[in-house]
T-cell receptor, first 110, second 115 residues
């Protein structure tokens, strides 16, 4: 069993839709939870960061962490074609050594 | 924001040769740098962690004699793939951690193709 599970998709939604991306994990020691966006053949860029459980909102993006269920989510509101990318969840015990999910390939259709 | 560069961005080499990839933090000093490998449609897998002036720490299953890492300064780390084989073809990404806080900054990646 992988430490972090993420549905690879692909996921295709119309412009303006709300997108929900999720990851589950098995290591209860994870404390730092992140979402990265990766465009094709580029390095990942950090979108959202959450420490421990709770919600965090930044513009159109909302990250949720439920440690009791070992489940994290990223919501994208009013999705735009420019949001089309691969989204990777990542988590760690000590904020440095990241364990990544497989990534979900998202396409927003105009 | 903090910028990390990688050079080259892509490289093609023959089987049996060695390839060096550079990772530089351009506007900050990195106490720690990480090297990841990403196969097509797969996630990033951590290969090794390097700290300036000390030996790299390799993840289980990563051959340290094959993937040589040198963190010569606080702004430069290099990954040398020795005696490369076609199965080493992959996307190699580095990240740099400035110390303090939580965020590590990723380079744009290097695509290695071994013929």
């Amino acid at each position: 069993q992988k430490e972090v599970e993420q549905d690879p998709g692909p996921l295709s939604v119309p412009e303006g839709a709300i997108v929900s991306l999720n990851c589950t994990y098995s290591n209860s020691a994870f404390q730092y939870f992140m979402w990265y966006r990766q465009y094709s053949r580029k390095g990942p860029e950090l979108l959202m960061y959450t420490y421990s459980s709770g919600n965090k909102e930044d513009g159109r993006f909302t990250a949720q962490v439920d440690k009791s269920s070992k489940y994290i989510s990223l919501f994208i509101r009013d999705s735009q074609p420019s949001d089309s990318a691969t989204y990777l969840c990542a988590m760690s015990q000590g904020a440095q050594k990241l364990v990544f999910g497989q990534g979900t390939r998202l396409t927003i259709n105009p | 924001g903090a910028v990390v560069s990688q050079h080259p961005s892509w490289v093609i080499c023959k089987s049996g040769t060695s390839v060096k990839i550079e990772c530089r933090s351009l506007d900050f000093q990195a106490t720690t740098m990480f090297w990841y490998r990403q196969f097509p449609k797969q996630s990033l897998m951590l290969m090794a962690t390097s700290n300036e002036g000390s030996k790299a720490t390799y993840e289980q299953g990563v051959e340290k004699d094959k993937f040589l890492i040198n963190h010569a300064s606080l702004t430069l780390s290099t990954l040398t793939v020795t005696s490369a084989h076609p199965e080493d073809s992959s996307f190699y990404i580095c990240s740099a951690f400035p110390g303090g806080g939580y965020e590590q900054f990723f380079g744009p990646g290097t695509r290695l193709t071994v013929l």
